[in-house]
């Protein structure tokens, strides 16, 4: 603080009187870290700057006070202090905010159609599916296995070579032999592998949001057909 930062014997000694009557180490005050170890304090908060402040106008010398200039210059680093700290708190609030999802906002998925992780799939009304593969790295080989609600194999899709990122899969609901497949419910299984190298891809699926489970405290959660709960969050598409 300007106007007790002398290193004589003397200045030293008043500049403890004045730490000691602010209720602050010197040893906080001057270096940043406390001397003592059972201190978890180790930087000056705004309220230890104005503590400091009132003991240094205390302890002043009344032959020679503390310049008007130094004053108005210490009390524009506490309002810098004070403006910096509540702007942190604003930000942080704002970053708790930009990652929630409101009641009123989930109520907006309901009677929509998302694509979200699962592999479960219910067939359009023209039949077949929609979907998609998520791959975290690249891949040589991609491949989408759908099976119907007796366990049998109906198609078998080869995407082929694909870098990190997100396929599409559209399935018109034929099997190989070009016959329309009816018998969903269907389990969607994803491959992927990088030469030698299995590359671990998630299952997307396209599912109606049917209601959305609302409860105190707690982000909302969506009630996906299918599927089951499945959070805002983890919503990739809406249609």
Do not use: C
């Not at 906080?28 to 406390?34: E, F, I, L, P, Q």
């Not at 908060?45 to 002043?60: E, I």
């Not at 004070?82 to 702007?87: L, N, Q, R, V």
């Not at 366990?151 to 609901?173: C, F, M, P, R, S």
């Amino acid at each position: 603080m300007t106007g007790i930062t002398s290193t004589s014997a003397a200045d030293k000694a008043a500049q403890d009187a004045i730490f000691s009557a602010a209720g602050v180490a010197r040893s906080n005050a001057v270096t940043g870290k406390s001397a003592d170890p059972t201190v978890g304090k180790s930087q000056l908060g705004q309220k230890d700057f104005v503590r400091l402040m009132t003991a240094q106008l205390q302890y002043q010398d009344p032959f020679n006070p503390q310049d008007n200039t130094q004053m108005v210059a210490q009390m524009a680093t506490f309002s810098q202090v004070a403006g910096i700290t509540e702007m942190s708190s604003t930000l942080q609030g704002i970053a708790a905010r930009l990652g929630t999802t409101t009641s009123s906002e989930a109520m907006g998925f309901v009677g929509r159609t998302v694509l979200t992780e699962g592999k479960t799939a219910y067939e359009r009304t023209n039949g077949g599916i929609m979907g998609a593969v998520e791959l975290p790295n690249s891949a040589t080989d991609v491949d989408v296995t759908i099976t119907d609600k007796n366990g049998l194999a109906v198609k078998n899709i080869q995407l082929g070579k694909h870098d990190a990122g997100t396929i599409d899969y559209n399935w018109d609901g034929k099997d190989d032999g070009g016959n329309k497949v009816e018998n969903g419910p269907y389990t969607v299984t994803v491959e992927a592998a990088n030469g030698s190298t299995i590359v671990p891809a998630t299952s997307l699926v396209w599912a109606p949001v049917e209601t959305v489970g609302l409860s105190a405290g707690s982000e909302p959660v969506l009630n996906v057909t299918g599927l089951g709960t499945v959070a805002p969050s983890a919503i990739r598409k809406v249609a």
